[in-house]
């Protein structure tokens, strides 16, 4: 994987995507990224949090902008298996969330991008492309989900790191 840190700042929420500055109040950038698999550039990733501070169970936004084309359902799946990493994950618990994520998950082609959301509720909201994709109403769901970026257990630990803007 190919890491590289670039500090991005806006000058007012005018700049942020729609469903970042509806959802994350006081939005701004934490970090940015892009996540490479092997040699080929997948997504850049960008993190947002209130006043640009992430902290856990607060509001975040993650924007992910594909440089390649994904099907919605391998997005999905390769999502449960990195939250079968983070932690235990009951087997009933993992094929309702699989499917609620192979509902809302699109596919995707270069210049798409997919945004999650996690609500002061805990609840996970989905846009693509700024529209409303779905959302999972699950507290559990949304810290797991999150985690497969966010978490300490991450299977990408530099790209956590780029996120959550620590050097």
């Known amino acids: 994987m190919s890491i590289s840190l670039m500090?991005?700042?806006?000058?007012?929420?005018?700049?942020?995507?729609?469903?970042?500055?509806?959802?994350v109040p006081n939005a701004e950038v934490v970090g940015k990224d892009m996540f490479t698999y092997y040699l080929f550039d997948v997504?850049?990733?960008?993190?947002?949090?209130p006043k640009g501070e992430y902290e856990k169970g607060k509001p975040i936004a993650l924007t992910l902008k594909y440089q390649r084309s994904l099907d919605g359902k391998k997005i999905a799946e390769r999502s449960i298996d990195e939250m079968k990493k983070?932690?235990?994950?009951?087997?009933?618990?993992?094929?309702?969330?699989?499917?609620?994520?192979?509902?809302?998950?699109?596919?995707?082609?270069?210049?798409?991008?997919?945004?999650?959301?996690?609500?002061?509720?805990?609840n996970a909201l989905f846009y693509f492309n700024g529209e409303n994709a779905g959302e999972v109403k699950d507290p559990e769901f949304t810290q797991?989900?999150?985690?497969?970026?966010?978490?300490?257990?991450?299977?990408?630990?530099?790209?956590?790191?780029?996120?959550?803007?620590?050097?």
Request: net charge negative; proline share 5%; aromatic share 10%.
């Open 144 to 167: 797991k989900f999150f985690d497969i970026w966010l978490g300490e257990n991450t299977s990408e630990p530099k790209f956590r790191k780029a996120l959550l803007g620590i050097k």
């Open 86 to 122: 983070q932690a235990k994950l009951d087997s009933e618990k993992a094929k309702r969330w699989l499917q609620d994520m192979v509902d809302i998950f699109p596919d995707v082609k270069e210049g798409d991008v997919l945004t999650g959301v996690a609500t002061e509720e805990g």
């Open 43 to 49: 997504y850049e990733a960008t993190l947002f949090a």
């Open 7 to 23: 500090s991005v700042s806006f000058a007012s929420n005018a700049a942020l995507p729609s469903p970042v500055s509806e959802s």
